[in-house]
């Protein structure tokens, strides 16, 4: 064999390094810049920040059991998912919805684990998907701090004695915050 023949043609050498580059656009990030990502979301207000390690300890337990927003369009539209946009960190960082996972899952995986699991444990499945849903208020997906948010006002609603409470004193945050900001902002209204 002479040397030519070993070589790849230019054809070969171009398609080798598109589909690398394809690969590498596909690839997940590094878990740190993920997590990273996924605190940036709290730096918006101190009582978030303060508390950002706690909230993403108690929603990091849906968002690992949930598929990330870049890796269900890898799956399920590849077109979407070669955006730059789909393929960034900020993509990994966010949830799905995991109704819209569950049944894509069902129509698109007949031999997947939900299709194949047993009646009782597609049951359950089934349970917790619809009640996780709704922290989604419609949305493909969204953030940990979105998400813990609707976690914690769900459970405040849910709980008479909590909801009680909180709302008595949201109310009268209301009543100082806006009886102070009302003489200045509403001038000339």
Sequence with gaps: MNKTSERASLSERIARASAMRDQAAMARPE????DAERRSAFDSCYIYRAHADELLRIVGQIAEAL???ASFLARTDPHEAARPENRSVAAY???ENPAVAFVWELKHNPEGALATAPEHAY???LDAADTLKDLWEDKP?????????????QIVLLDEDLREEVLGRADTMAK???????PYLRAGA
């Excluded at 878990?31 to 993920?34: A, D, F, G, M, S």
């Excluded at 100082?176 to 009302?182: G, M, P």
Aim: overall charge negative.
């Design 31 to 34: 878990r740190e810049l993920i």
């Design 67 to 69: 598929p990330s927003n």
């Design 93 to 95: 960082a966010k949830v």
């Design 123 to 125: 049951g359950e499945a």
């Design 141 to 153: 997906a969204i953030d940990g701090l979105e998400l813990a948010k609707a976690l914690i006002t």
């Design 176 to 182: 100082e915050c806006s009886s102070v900001l009302a």
